[in-house]
């Protein structure tokens, strides 16, 4: 089992910034990949940004290129996800995910086993 846990959601202006977190626990010498995802209500759950454990190949939706930005800390086991020049239509519950090297396409939800609770981020206009 891999546990996850994000934080950083808040509310923020149009054109702000954010920095989300996951810290990451357990069997995470499973782990192949961590990927961010968010969902807004009455939405499905869509694909952000994700990258390799080893903290190489960013992959991003176009939603989300030249301005978010995924990071991945060894020391701490951690996941960042750097968020700026936010718009209103990226307010979404955001959730960590980590998947494994054999199940799936990076930017399908159902590839991925493990997922945190989610933090919810708001950007007012």
């Known amino acids: 089992q891999v546990q996850l846990v994000e934080s950083g959601g808040s509310v923020v202006q149009a054109g702000g910034s954010l920095r989300l977190s996951c810290a990451a626990s357990g069997r995470t010498s499973t782990v192949y990949r961590m990927g961010w995802f968010r969902q807004a209500p009455g939405k499905d759950r869509e694909f952000v940004a994700a990258v390799r454990w080893t903290g190489d190949s960013q992959l991003y939706a176009d939603s989300a290129k030249d301005r978010f930005t995924i990071a991945r800390d060894n020391a701490k086991n951690t996941v960042s996800l750097q968020m700026d020049s936010l718009k209103p239509e990226d307010t979404a519950l955001y959730y960590c995910?980590?998947?494994?090297?054999?199940?799936?396409?990076?930017?399908?939800?159902?590839?991925?086993?493990?997922w945190g609770q989610g933090t919810q981020v708001t950007v007012s206009s």
């Open positions: 995910a980590a998947k494994s090297l054999s199940s799936g396409s990076y930017y399908n939800p159902s590839a991925y086993a493990y």
